[in-house]
Nanobody, 126 residues
Framework: VQLQASGGGLVQAGGSLRLSCTASGFTSGPYVMCWFRQAPGKEREGVSCLNGPRGPTYYADSVKGRFTVSRDNAKNTMYLQMNSLKSDDTAEYYC????????????????????WGQGTLVTVSS
């Protein structure tokens, strides 16, 4: 199983970026796909997830209304459209996936995911 994340970069505050994560090697395709992020000196935190091929979607409070997660199941690719970026959004962004469903209460728990992408760095300058 491989997850390939891309799309990070340097952007000014208020700007936008779109991240992509393509999954391969799953027997029947990933069921849950999520974005996590980790800033220097901080723990990895859940950003947004899709709990199934067509959702539902979940967002961390800090990104609600600014970020939108989506997926193209034909391409096994998940996207994260990030608008109105803030300096607090600066972090390494990772995608994670599971082949089977997960209870909602644990969807942002990084320990339940065994499949991770390599990370893509997002830097927001103020």
């Amino acid at each position: 199983v491989q997850l390939q994340a891309s799309g990070g970069g340097l952007v000014q505050a208020g700007g936008s970026l779109r991240l992509s994560c393509t999954a391969s090697g799953f027997t029947s395709g990933p069921y849950v796909m999520c974005w996590f992020r980790q800033a220097p000196g901080k723990e990895r935190e859940g950003v947004s997830c899709l709990n199934g091929p067509r959702g539902p979607t979940y967002y961390a409070d800090s990104v609600k209304g600014r970020f939108t997660v989506s997926r193209d199941n034909a391409k096994n690719t998940m996207y994260l459209q990030m608008n109105s970026l803030k300096s607090d959004d600066t972090a390494e962004y990772y995608c994670a996936a599971r082949e089977f469903r997960i209870i909602v209460g644990r969807i942002f728990d990084p320990t339940v995911y065994v499949n991770w992408g390599q990370g893509t760095l997002v830097t927001v300058s103020s």
